[in-house]
Nanobody, 113 residues
Framework: VQLVESGGGWVQPGGSLRLSCAASGFTFSSHWMYWVRQAPGKGLEWVSGIDNDDGNTYYAPSVKGRFTISRDNAKKTLYLQMNGLEPEDTALYYC???????WGQGTQVTVSS
């Protein structure tokens, strides 16, 4: 199993980024997928999840209305569109198949002026 995140970087407050997570080694379309983040000096925070069939999505209150999770099962790719970014969103963002214990290496998002 391999999960490879990309798309992180530096952005000013109010800006946008789109994270991607390329999955391999398992049947991507059969699994719920998640984004989890870890801010400097803090613990893991669940950000968003998406189910494997109906495309139902779930968000932490801190990001609801600003972030959008989506997936392309044909491309085996998970996405996180992040708009209205705030300094508090600065973190290492992980793509995860949580219940199987599979995590990517993370992609850094830094929001500052």
């Amino acid at each position: 199993v391999q999960l490879v995140e990309s798309g992180g970087g530096w952005v000013q407050p109010g800006g946008s980024l789109r994270l991607s997570c390329a999955a391999s080694g398992f049947t991507f379309s059969s699994h719920w997928m998640y984004w989890v983040r870890q801010a400097p000096g803090k613990g893991l925070e669940w950000v968003s999840g998406i189910d494997n069939d109906d495309g139902n999505t779930y968000y932490a209150p801190s990001v609801k209305g600003r972030f959008t999770i989506s997936r392309d099962n044909a491309k085996k790719t998970l996405y996180l569109q992040m708009n209205g970014l705030e300094p508090e969103d600065t973190a290492l963002y992980y793509c995860a198949r949580i219940f199987w214990g599979d995590w990517g290496q993370g992609t850094q998002v830094t929001v500052s002026s």
